[in-house]
């Protein structure tokens, strides 16, 4: 797969660098503490954990109102994209813990979504994170059915009215993940990404298979044979599901990269910026003062932190983003924030409906 170099512009961003390392390091030296969880990242996934298994184990043996297993259905959804956020997402980074074996079984929580951690750490850890913005490599901003993410995807009519319809799409987030992992897992190996990994294609697909199989087994043909609730009920219950966590996922993870702020660049062998400068470029906070959301998005409220220091867990992050912030002002240096969860939205989908406008290219498909 194609490198790219990515160069600092000036002395400045070098000494930018220098200084920023220098001092988030001295901020865990100085307090004595690890960069990775505890206690409390403990307590947070039984929390979570319990919030998407125990609304299933209810619906599968007990028997409920329609309103009430609506309800459980909702909640589970929303367990879902907690886990993802809060547990899966720190644990592929290998920032839950000091110890890899727990980072690899909590990246197994991937599984609960019906995702194969592989293919997440490969298209989030690898492409992503190395690739911020940059179209033809970040995944993140590729063409999502008939959204349009980016200024290099062709521009077709009914982009015009996405910033509509696009939050239902990303309901379907996990589902298609669900199904199309098989066809990354391919793509992936043709890159040479696998290799990278230390990873066989025909293990990683055999396992891939297993567990996929294996999990729609538990969560679809389980509540089939053993309760009340017809097929088509387990279904919609499955969907329902699927689309909450979906929903809060995206918009979570679109928040942070596509708002107005926000920079995207092309493919090209070098990026006239410091790679850590480029993070700050393309990468957005968004409601840093509401401890709550934090607490459940697992601090992607904190994305420019994530992405400068993706191997620090997130518990951190809100004491050193007053240390980032101020560094990168010292230093001219952009530092983007959203001062609520409600602008940061608004601002993404001002973001979409601009992306969906004829005049942001000549040529319409």
């Not at 400045?12 to 200084?19: I, P, S």
């Not at 109102?65 to 547990?87: C, D, N, T």
């Not at 470029?281 to 904190?302: D, S």
């Not at 420019?304 to 010292?330: D, G, Q, R």
């Amino acid at each position: 797969m194609k490198s790219i170099n990515f160069i600092a512009e000036t002395v400045e961003e070098r000494d930018f660098v220098t200084a920023l390392k220098k001092n988030v390091k001295d901020y865990f030296t100085t307090n004595g503490i690890s960069k990775k969880g505890n206690w409390k990242m403990a307590v947070k996934t039984i929390a979570l954990l319990s919030l998407y298994i125990a609304p299933f184990f209810i619906l599968l043996f007990v028997t409920v109102p329609a309103w009430l297993a609506f309800v459980l259905v909702v909640l589970a959804g929303f367990g879902i994209a907690g886990v993802g956020m809060s547990v899966m997402h720190d644990a592929c980074h290998g920032a839950y813990s000091k110890k890899k074996w727990v980072n690899d079984m909590l990246s197994g929580t991937n599984y609960l979504l019906g995702a194969n951690s592989l293919n997440w750490i490969l298209q989030h850890n690898v492409l992503h994170h190395t690739y911020t913005n940059i179209s033809g490599l970040d995944e993140d901003i590729d063409e999502k059915a008939i959204i349009r993410l980016s200024e290099s995807t062709p521009l077709k009519k009914y982009h015009r009215y996405q910033h509509f319809y696009a939050g239902f799409l990303y309901g379907l987030m996990t589902l298609s993940m669900l199904i199309k992992d098989f066809s990354k897992l391919k793509d992936y190996h043709a890159k040479g990404l696998l290799e990278g990994q230390n990873k066989k294609m025909a293990s990683e697909y055999a396992k891939m298979l297993v567990r996929k199989v294996l999990y729609v087994g538990v969560a679809l043909v389980l509540p089939i044979l053993f309760t009340d609730y017809t097929w088509y009920q387990v279904l919609l219950g499955f969907f329902l599901s699927h689309w909450v966590a979906s929903v809060i996922l995206s918009f979570i993870f679109q928040l942070a990269h596509l708002v107005e702020d926000t920079e995207e660049s092309e493919e090209t062998e070098v990026v006239n910026n410091d790679w850590y400068v480029h993070q700050l470029r393309t990468t957005a906070n968004f409601a840093r003062n509401n401890k709550i959301l934090g607490w459940y998005v697992g601090g992607l409220n904190f994305q420019v932190e994530h992405h400068l220091f993706p191997s620090i867990c997130h518990i951190h992050y809100a004491k050193i983003a007053p240390i980032v912030e101020a560094t990168a002002k010292e230093y001219g240096i952009p530092y983007h924030v959203n001062r609520t969860l409600g602008n940061a939205i608004v601002s993404h989908l001002r973001h979409l409906r601009d992306l969906g406008k004829y005049d942001k290219i000549s040529t319409i498909g």
